[in-house]
């Protein structure tokens, strides 16, 4: 497995990359067949230093998992125990999924946008209905089933997931404000 660990305007001594390379490696190939790469960012948030990891399986899913604490080595072992709970929830429902998969998942290029807040009062309109772009970025949509799409959004911890069905185009994923998942399915033009 490959590491990239980096620091946000800390410096990452040999003995953390060492740490994070043996306990982070040791949970992963635990609970995942083939991990691909693991992506470890710390940094730091007033008083406390902040562990974000990312792990990518060799299956095109990714678990991703961040922590917080006044030591950066507790940060980071609060990140690697919420991964390794992640993993051990998932590993059942990853092997049943992908037990029949022999490829990883295919994935298209995307952009993806960030606009600017208006900082406007809700009750006044704005001076402009074009959004003000703060910054553009690559992403990938992936190939998935549906609840290849819930497991991937669950394990990523996100709110939402925009993936290409294998069956018809662009979905979406989304957790409710109730706690269920929503699915957003086009229809087919008559």
Known sequence: MRYQITGKQIDIGAALQTH?????????????????DAHVVFSRAAHEYVCEATVHLSTGLN?????????????FDGCRDKMEKQLRRYKRRLKDHHKD?????????????????????????????QPIIVAE??????????????????????????FR???KGL???YRREDGNIGWIEPQEQA
């Open 101 to 129: 998969r022999t490829e990883p998942v295919e994935t298209y290029g995307a952009s993806s946008y960030i606009l600017a807040s208006d900082g406007v009062e809700p009750d006044s309109e704005p001076e402009s209905l």
């Open 63 to 75: 678990a991703q998992a961040k922590a917080h604490a006044t030591e950066i080595y507790a940060a």
């Open 137 to 162: 970025m690559q992403t990938n949509i992936p190939a998935l089933t549906v609840g290849e799409a819930v497991m991937q959004m669950e394990i990523a911890g996100a709110p939402v997931l925009v």
């Open 171 to 173: 979905n979406v994923v």
């Open 165 to 167: 069905n294998e069956k």
């Open 20 to 36: 994070v390379k043996d306990e982070l490696g040791s949970v992963v190939e635990k609970y995942a067949e083939r991990p691909t």
